[in-house]
C-alpha cells in the first residue's frame, strides 16, 4: 500500500538530532515511509533549516539540506492560492495558534488531499480538513 | 543504432588522456565517450536514492536531552526577537 505524508518542522528535527527526546519515535515513523510518499511544504523546509542554523550553525544547515534534497522527499511550493487558504485556516483557528508555517502545512494538506501528517504537535489534530473527517498525525 | 552528432569542451588534460586512451586501444575517441556515457548511466541507475532515512542520527553530539522539536515556535521566536541571537550574529547590537 503506498503512504503519503506530509512532513512537519518538529518531526524532522526530533528524528535529526540524537539528543531530542522523541528521536527514536520519529526515526522509526520516517522509516515507515518509502521513495515518494512525503511531501515537505517549502514553507515548512524553511522553518526547519531556520531552526537547524540558529541551534548547530550553517555547516550542519547544508549537509542537512543536501540530504533532504537528495531523499526524493517532494518539496512543494507554496503559491498565492495555497497561502491565501493558509490564511483562511489561520483565521479560523486562531484559537489554536497554528501560526504561519503550520498553517501552510494544513493548506497544503489541502491542496494535496493528504489527511495524514508526520509531526509532534499534537494541535494539528483539532483541524477538519475538507476532504477527510480528520488528520492522522504519526507518530 | 542512429546516431546524433554533438559537440563538446574538453579540459586540455582530459582531452589528452582521451586521445592516448583512444590511440592505445585502436578505437575512437567518441567510443570511449559512448563506453563513459553508457557506465554512468547504468551506476546512476544502481545507486539507490538515500531517502529520507538518511537525516536520520545527522546531529549526533553528546549533551543532555533536548526538546527543541516541540519547542519550534519558541525557539525561533528567542533567535529572531530584538537585540537576540540573530542581531549579535549580523552584528545589530554589541555583546553584552
Not at chain 1, 506530509?6 to 515513523?29: G, N, P
Not at chain 1, 515548512?44 to 544547515?61: A, P, Y
Not at chain 2, 542512429?2 to 588522456?17: F, S
Not at chain 2, 578505437?27 to 532515512?53: D, F, H, K, L, V
Request: some cysteine.
Amino acid at each position: 500500500m503506498v503512504l503519503s505524508a506530509i512532513l512537519d518542522t518538529s518531526i524532522l528535527i526530533a528524528a535529526i538530532s540524537t539528543r531530542e527526546q522523541h528521536h527514536l519515535q520519529a526515526a522509526a515513523v520516517l522509516r515507515e515511509f518509502g521513495q515518494g510518499e512525503l511531501t515537505l511544504p517549502i514553507t515548512i523546509l524553511s522553518e526547519t533549516m531556520s531552526l537547524i542554523g540558529s541551534r548547530h550553525g550553517v555547516s550542519l544547515q547544508r549537509e542537512v539540506l543536501d540530504r533532504i534534497m537528495a531523499s526524493g522527499v517532494a518539496v512543494l511550493p507554496v503559491g498565492t492560492q495555497v497561502l491565501a487558504r493558509a490564511r483562511e485556516i489561520d483565521g479560523a483557528y486562531a484559537d489554536a495558534g497554528f501560526g504561519f508555517a503550520d498553517s501552510t502545512l494544513l493548506a497544503c494538506c489541502e491542496e494535496l488531499r493528504v489527511a495524514r501528517v508526520l509531526s509532534l504537535d499534537r494541535r494539528l489534530a483539532c483541524y477538519r480538513p475538507t476532504f477527510a473527517p480528520g488528520l492522522e498525525i504519526l507518530p | 543504432m542512429p546516431m546524433k552528432k554533438t559537440m563538446m569542451y574538453l579540459e586540455e588534460e582530459m582531452h589528452a588522456y582521451l586521445a592516448q586512451e583512444a590511440s592505445r586501444r585502436g578505437i575512437s575517441m567518441a567510443e570511449i565517450a559512448r563506453e563513459a556515457i553508457a557506465q554512468y548511466r547504468t551506476q546512476s541507475a544502481e545507486r539507490p536514492t538515500p531517502g529520507i532515512a538518511a537525516v536520520i542520527g545527522l546531529i549526533d553530539t553528546p549533551g543532555p536531552p533536548t526538546n527543541d522539536a516541540e519547542r519550534v515556535d519558541e525557539l525561533l521566536g528567542e533567535y529572531y526577537a530584538p537585540s537576540g541571537a540573530w542581531d549579535r550574529e549580523h552584528g545589530l547590537v554589541g555583546d553584552s
